[in-house]
Each structure stands twice: as C-alpha cells, then as structure tokens.
C-alpha cells in the first residue's frame, strides 16, 4: 500500500487529479498515470481503482492487503482471487504487485525470465520491480520496472530505457551497461534514505 497510507481517499483522489491536470497543461495528455489503490479488502480495493479512474488514472497498482499477509502466504489461491476480483472489478487496467503478481521485486532475474516465459502470448506484460536490474530484466522478457527513480531523474530514466531496447553493436551494450550501473547505485541510495527522504527528494527535483 505504499506512501497511500497516509492519504484519506479524498487526498488520493485530489492527487491524480492535480498530476493530470498538470500533465495535460503542458502538453502531456497521453502520458498515463499509474495510480496505487491498495486496501486492506477486495471491496475497497475495487472502490479505490474506480476513485482513481474518475480522477484521470489510466492503470491501478495493486497489491495485495499487507494486514493479512500471514494468512495470504500460506494461500496462493485467495490471493490469486483477490487479484481477479479486482481486476474484475476495476474500470482501468490493474498492475499486480507482491507475489503472487507479474511485478518481480526481488531482484531475481530468472524468477522474471519463469514468469515471463509462462505469460508469452498472453496479454499479461511482466515488470521488474526495480529499476536496478532492468537491462537484464528486458533481456528476458521484462516490459519494463516500477522504481522510484525516475521521479527524480526521468531523463536518465528513459535514456537507460532506450538503451536497453538497442543492442545492434557492443557500444551499445557497453553505453546501457554503464547507464544500469549508474541507476543501480542511485536507486539503492534513494532505497536507503527511506519514504520520507524519497518524497522529500521528488519535492525538492520538482522545485529546483
């Protein structure tokens, strides 16, 4: 559920739509918005993603309710039916997060190669769940990673991104190579300093 937690439902809402209205202002109308609608139950689960639907949001993070993690970790088939019910019940796309959804936070790139081999002609797109190992996520199948550093640095987010995506000589191997790296090390310090001094520092990049 993420920093979502100190957010009342009207906040979250608030939120989303002040992010689209900022992007449609400068000309972003088709940049999506992935809003988190994580709750404790399936029902607020579903009321959140549509909350952040009618506020402007084009996909909903999911994740699965952390109060009952313990009971949820002992049942893959609850927690693939909250996941369903959800996706059942939202108007937007849902992203899964945690287990046992395609969002692969461990850092384990064959545990994402298995996932993205059994989801392969299916409509399901798989992420890393960090950015620190995504040259090697794309190379098996990955879409993509859900990180909190291109909140801070976006263009060398998507520079690193377009990297991934051209590999024609051994410079460009090299050049994402080293641009992982350098994300690697940023993502671990921001991972570090915690969620106040990560939003702290989202502020801070929007200001100066």
């Known amino acids: 559920m993420g920093e979502a937690v100190h957010l009342t439902p009207q906040e ?8 689209r209205n900022a992007l449609d202002s400068i000309g972003l109308q088709k940049t999506p918005i992935v809003a988190g609608v994580g709750g ?6 579903i009321q959140l993603a549509r909350d952040a639907a009618a506020a402007g949001a084009d996909f909903a993070l999911v994740i699965a309710p952390g109060y009952w993690a313990g009971y949820l970790k002992g049942n893959p088939a609850v927690v693939k039916r909250f996941f369903v019910d959800v996706a059942a019940g939202s108007p937007i796309p849902v992203y899964g997060t945690s287990h046992p959804a395609p969002a692969v936070l461990c ?18 797109t798989t992420l890393a769940g960090l950015i620190d190992f995504l040259l090697p996520s794309v190379v098996v199948g990955s879409a993509g990673a859900i990180s909190p550093l291109p909140n801070i640095a976006p263009k060398f987010s998507m520079k690193l991104w377009n990297l991934t995506q051209n590999f ?8 994402a190579q080293k641009s992982q790296g350098l994300a690697s090390l940023a993502e671990s310090a921001l991972l570090k300093s915690g969620v106040c001094d990560l939003s702290e520092s989202c502020f801070l990049s929007t200001v100066f």
Not at 12 to 19: A, E, G, H, W, Y
Not at 40 to 45: Q, V, W
């Open 107 to 124: 850092g384990n790139v064959g545990k994402l190669a298995r996932i993205a081999a059994l989801l392969d002609g299916t409509s399901f």
């Open 168 to 175: 024609e000589t051994k410079a460009d191997f090299k050049a």
């Open 12 to 19: 979250r809402i608030k939120l989303v739509q002040t992010l």
């Open 40 to 45: 404790n139950s399936t029902r607020e689960t």
